[in-house]
């Protein structure tokens, strides 16, 4: 609802108990319900408010994952929402449309509580009648219909239906399993009606990389990355998202047939023993695609999609260096009562994160919509050219990353840095900024 111009939205954090369709009913949290949360959607330039209750009888947290906020209202570890307490951050939209998410951020109980089931999607969108929301329109853009989100999470289960969150065998990235909820559902498909669908893709799984694709080898258009719109789409038949990733893409399809949305075996970069523990050689099945025997015409693909700024790294005041190993950055460990870096307001900087171990990473920066300089001194893949708040590092490769900071000035609150493999973030592999 719209109240005095502001957009309020409603979020109750809830326990509960859901069939996930694996043997019986899990115990299992969300918001509004009890599995995952709804859609919300601002539109670039509203102030929205969102009145954040918790429920549930234990503390969390909800973060605006690829927000650009100020600190205070971004979510994160120290902005708990204790039992029966009501919390309500308040901004104004200013970035591109995209496709965002939120999700808990309390320090050392996030992948729990993930795992359970909080999480759903932010989706800005553009002001009517901007050029903007020309393109947009262009595109597939009805919700439920032609514009679907997915948000995709690997589980494990018990035999009596319970969500299993042991460990996998050798493997230190945490809980990864066999089967893949869709938007909470097993076995998922997608009655499609239109010559194409765009699919609005969320890692939201703990700690397991997909390589996105389909079973009968399509290519299909990636037209967004984490933070918007790419400059142009890019024609594939392959797109790795690690946790916390989203992209959109738009599939073409044939009347009547079907084909499946799979992940497949992908390189890692880190040693095959490692990749095969990582979940590097997986095959899965994530949904499957049900082509109506007649289909509404779609436009193509506009050619030109955003004004993607070239990264220019003359910009950049500093470089700061980022080592990840074993649970630490830079050596240390988390801890909430340390600031680990000062960012002047609005500065633009070079950022530069090394992977020290063998293991799969990945790096997400609060506040911040990035650009990827270059991976072991080559430029990115064309899906990594747009804005990104979330990124693969590859073991012993340097991934530099084009960053500007908010131009909210905040010398008490702290966005964070981290690996966004939950059991890696929550077991200190993260650090703090703040913007002054
Ligand atoms: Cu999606 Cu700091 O998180
Ligand atoms: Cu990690």
């Not at 319900?33 to 102030?47: W, Y």
């Not at 946790?243 to 799979?262: H, I, N, S, Y």
């Not at 050219?385 to 010398?411: C, E, H, I, M, S």
Request: glycine share 10%.
């Amino acid at each position: 609802t719209v109240q005095d111009g502001v957009r309020v939205f409603t979020l109750d954090m809830q326990e509960g108990e859901t069939d996930l369709g694996q043997g019986g009913l899990a115990p299992t949290l969300g918001v509004n319900g009890s599995f995952l949360g709804p859609t919300l959607r601002a539109t670039r330039g509203e102030q929205v408010r969102i009145d954040v209750t918790n429920s549930m009888s234990e503390t969390s947290t909800l973060h605006w994952h690829g927000m650009k906020l100020p600190a205070v209202m971004d979510g994160g570890p120290h902005q708990q929402v204790e039992p029966g307490r009501t919390w309500s951050p308040t901004w104004t939209v200013a970035q591109p449309a995209a496709t965002l998410w939120y999700h808990p951020h309390l320090h050392g109980r996030t992948a729990d509580h993930v795992y359970r089931g909080l999480a759903g999607l932010f989706v800005l969108d553009e002001p009517a009648g901007s050029p903007e929301a020309a393109v947009q329109d262009a595109l597939p853009h009805e919700y439920g219909v032609d514009d679907v989100p997915l948000v995709v999470q690997d589980k494990k289960f018990h035999a009596d239906g319970r969500l299993d969150d042991a460990d996998p065998f050798l493997s230190s990235t945490g809980v990864r399993g066999s089967v893949v909820l869709v938007n909470g559902t097993a076995d998922p498909y997608l009655d499609v009606t239109t010559e194409r669908v765009r699919l609005r893709v969320l890692n939201g799984s703990n700690a397991r990389i997909y390589s996105f694709g389909f079973d009968d080898g399509r290519d299909f258009q990636v037209v967004g990355s984490d933070g918007g719109l790419l400059e142009a789409p890019v024609t594939t038949d392959r797109l790795r998202l690690t946790p916390g990733d989203r992209a959109e893409v738009v599939v073409e399809v044939e009347p009547g047939e079907r084909t499946v949305l799979r992940s497949f075996p992908q390189e890692l970069g880190v040693n095959p023993f490692t990749a095969r523990f990582s979940g590097g050689d997986d095959t899965l099945d994530v949904l499957e695609l049900r082509a109506a025997p007649t289909l509404e015409p779609s436009a193509p693909v506009p050619t030109t999609l955003a004004g993607i700024p070239s990264a220019d790294e003359g910009a950049a005041t500093t470089t700061r260096r980022f080592e990840l190993s074993g649970t630490s950055i830079n050596g240390q460990d988390m801890d909430l009562r340390r600031i680990d870096e000062v960012v002047d307001a609005g500065a633009t900087e070079v950022w530069e994160v090394t992977s020290l171990d063998d293991s799969p990473h990945n790096f997400h920066v609060h506040d911040a919509q990035f650009q990827v300089l270059d991976v072991a001194g080559e430029p990115p893949p064309l899906d990594l050219r747009g804005w990104q708040d979330t990124v693969y590092v590859r073991p012993g490769k340097v991934t530099r990353l084009l960053v500007t900071f908010g131009t909210t000035p905040d010398a008490e609150h702290p966005y964070m840095f981290h690996c966004h493999l939950l059991r890696h973030e929550d077991q200190g592999m993260m650090g703090q900024f703040v913007v002054v």
